[in-house]
């Protein structure tokens, strides 16, 4: 069974860092791309981040890029996701999903995701 | 960058047809996928690649897309469907690909 579970998330004061972790069981961790999506509250999906099944690629949303950073441990079956520079605009519960496809170079569909970990930046 | 637009709401009777509708310059050129979210949960894939359906997906829910227009079928809806429902695509059209979610459409079964 595919289990992805985030932790890491909590309160933070405007201009610090956070780095999330998604752990991941039941599938071949290192064959899947995977992403980070966030949600803002009463909100729609924001897409965050994504990364290649190696690790070689990345991609990030105009609004996170240069201060969010991606990566993984495919020897511990783990997705980060390091936050810079936190604004209260990312406020929101972070959620990270397995692609649906391994060894695709398009890092969607996600077919499974976490339970979401929460991030608050305030003062 | 790319844009997706979708209708805020749609209300449907149960029993009846829904469609939420994806709008996209050119989106006949993507595949679009479609996830449901109720409240308080992870969103779950429903349609992928246009019109196909992830296994454990009812049939009910279906796939369309051409031109600059995605559509999301839902048949003979019942008060389980009721969702926050979003398009999502590839835009690789630049250097740096990226994802692309549209608003939201919130489906009330009335």
Same mark, same amino acid.
């Given at each position: 069974?595919?289990?992805?579970?985030?932790?890491?998330?909590?309160?933070?004061?405007?201009?610090?860092?956070?780095?999330?972790?998604?752990?991941?069981?039941?599938?071949?961790?290192? *064959?899947?791309?995977?992403?980070?999506?966030?949600?803002?509250?009463?909100?729609?999906?924001?897409?965050?981040?994504?990364?290649?099944?190696?690790?070689?690629?990345?991609?990030?949303?105009?609004?996170?890029?240069?201060?969010?950073?991606?990566?993984?441990?495919?020897?511990?079956?783990?997705?980060?996701?390091?936050?810079?520079?936190?604004?209260?605009?990312?406020?929101?519960?972070?959620?990270?999903?397995?692609?649906? *496809?391994?060894?695709?170079?398009?890092?969607?569909?996600?077919?499974?995701?976490?339970?979401?970990?929460?991030?608050?930046?305030?003062? | *960058?790319?844009?997706?637009?979708?209708?805020?709401?749609?209300?449907?009777?149960?029993?009846?047809?829904?469609?939420? &509708?994806?709008?996209?310059?050119?989106?006949?050129?993507?595949?679009?996928?479609?996830?449901?979210?109720?409240?308080?949960?992870?969103?779950?894939?429903?349609?992928?690649?246009?019109?196909?359906?992830?296994?454990?997906?009812?049939?009910?829910?279906?796939?369309?897309?051409?031109?600059? &227009?995605?559509?999301?079928?839902?048949?003979?809806?019942?008060?389980?469907?009721?969702?926050?429902?979003?398009?999502?695509?590839?835009?690789?059209?630049?250097?740096?690909?990226?994802?692309?979610?549209?608003?939201? &459409?919130?489906?009330?079964?009335?």
């Amino acid at each position: 069974e595919v289990q992805l579970l985030e932790s890491g998330g909590g309160l933070v004061q405007p201009g610090g860092s956070l780095r999330l972790s998604c752990a991941a069981s039941g599938f071949t961790f290192s *064959s899947y791309a995977m992403s980070w999506v966030r949600q803002a509250p009463g909100k729609g999906l924001e897409w965050v981040s994504a990364i290649s099944g190696s690790g070689g690629s990345t991609y990030y949303a105009d609004s996170v890029k240069g201060r969010f950073t991606i990566s993984r441990d495919n020897s511990k079956n783990t997705l980060y996701l390091q936050m810079n520079s936190l604004r209260a605009e990312d406020t929101a519960v972070y959620y990270c999903a397995k692609d649906l *496809s391994p060894y695709t170079t398009v890092t969607i569909p996600v077919d499974y995701w976490g339970q979401g970990t929460l991030v608050t930046v305030s003062s | *960058s790319y844009v997706l637009t979708q209708p805020p709401s749609v209300s449907v009777a149960p029993g009846q047809t829904a469609r939420i &509708t994806c709008g996209g310059n050119n989106i006949g050129s993507k595949s679009v996928h479609w996830y449901q979210q109720k409240p308080g949960q992870a969103p779950v894939l429903v349609v992928y690649d246009d019109s196909d359906r992830p296994s454990g997906i009812p049939e009910r829910f279906s796939g369309s897309n051409s031109g600059n &227009t995605a559509t999301l079928t839902i048949s003979r809806v019942e008060a389980g469907d009721e969702a926050d429902y979003y398009c999502q695509v590839w835009d690789s059209s630049s250097d740096h690909p990226y994802v692309v979610f549209g608003g939201g &459409t919130k489906l009330t079964v009335l």
